[in-house]
Nanobody, 125 residues
Framework: QVQLVESGGGLAQAGGSLRLSCAVS????????MGWFRQAPGKERKFVAA????????YYEDSVKGRFTISRDNAENTVYLQMNSLKPEDTAVYYCAAFFSLGDNFRDGADVRYWGQGTQVAVSS
């Protein structure tokens, strides 16, 4: 079966940076559009970013535009989320996701086929 394993989470101060990685095993990364979601304490899971199979198209939630960058390295079967200018409101568990496709409702998580286990990101002020 396909497994997605996140890494790179941790504690950062406001204004700092973190880079999350998601390693895919069981199938090549190029098979799936990929993305990231996050869930803050007491909040629902929300879309953060997505990238198509080739890496030519990217999508971002409004609050992270200009600060976060999603990328992928298909040769390494890995997708990344570079997070800069972190804010306390970025604190959440971040989940890597593999999509069936990037359909109209992909931001809602309806098109997610596989989920990672999550990695904690905590941003202090």
């Amino acid at each position: 079966q396909v497994q997605l394993v996140e890494s790179g989470g941790g504690l950062a101060q406001a204004g700092g940076s973190l880079r999350l990685s998601c390693a895919v095993s069981g199938r090549t990364l190029s098979t799936f559009p990929m993305g990231w979601f996050r869930q803050a304490p007491g909040k629902e899971r929300k879309f953060v970013a997505a990238i198509n199979w080739s890496g030519s198209m990217t999508y971002y939630e409004d609050s992270v535009k200009g600060r976060f960058t999603i990328s992928r390295d298909n040769a390494e079967n890995t997708v990344y989320l570079q997070m800069n200018s972190l804010k306390p409101e970025d604190t959440a568990v971040y989940y890597c996701a593999a999509f069936f496709s990037l359909g109209d409702n992909f931001r809602d998580g309806a098109d997610v086929r596989y989920w990672g286990q999550g990695t904690q990101v905590a941003v202090s002020s």
